[in-house]
């Protein structure tokens, strides 16, 4: 049985350092509040509003470090409070999404693009992957148990020697499953 834990991803953002310096001022740094499951990656302190067509979301997340592009990570119900049509996609592929505004304590900024549905995907370090035989950027189905239990389709397998097994699931997913944070999955390939 090949079993991964599952952590539920709750809207976020990810900075780039431009984008730092306008919201928070030149030169400023992320604090990390928590560790994620992804080595290097973490919760920072900070948070920002985020301002669609119909709707804000005040406290929005900050991921860091700082990525070299811009981008808001929602669920699709989050797209339709905002009134921004996310469309799912590969975190980091982001051309053609739509924008959004940003505010923080020192500034604002409007992004052209950048806000998405993440895909659901399993993050594999590159030993699990040749252990599974999982190629990256394979799609993947992989079955939760719970007392609503799902068969999730065209999960993205993405391998890397700096990842950490975890697979990543929206908060609409993870209600819809019954499933929290450390819950198992079993990938069926």
Do not use: C
């Not at 992004?111 to 399993?122: K, L, N, Q, S, Y």
């Not at 030993?127 to 148990?145: H, M, P, R, Y």
Request: hydrophobic letters at 40%; aromatic letters at 4%.
């Amino acid at each position: 049985m090949k079993l991964v834990p599952v952590g539920v991803s709750a809207r976020h953002i990810h900075l780039s350092r431009e984008h730092i310096d306008i919201l928070f001022g030149a030169g400023y740094e992320l604090k990390n509040m928590k560790d994620l499951s992804q080595p290097g990656q973490y919760a920072a302190e900070e948070t920002v509003a985020v301002i669609g067509a119909k709707g804000k979301f005040d406290k929005v997340r900050i991921l860091g470090p700082e990525r070299p592009k811009t981008q808001l990570e929602i669920s699709k119900t989050d797209s339709f409070a905002l009134g921004v049509a996310a469309p799912v996609r590969e975190s980091g592929k982001t051309e053609g999404t739509p924008g959004i505004k940003i505010v923080g304590p020192a500034g604002e900024v409007v992004t052209e693009d950048g806000v998405i549905v993440a895909a659901r995907h399993i993050h594999f370090h590159t030993s699990d992957a040749e252990k599974w035989g999982i190629k990256d950027k394979q799609l993947l189905s992989v079955k939760v148990k719970s007392e609503r239990p799902v068969i999730f389709e065209d999960v993205i397998a993405r391998v890397s020697d700096s990842f950490a097994l975890d697979m990543h699931i929206d908060t609409d997913e993870a209600n819809a499953a019954g499933v929290k944070n450390g819950d198992q999955a079993e990938v069926l390939l």
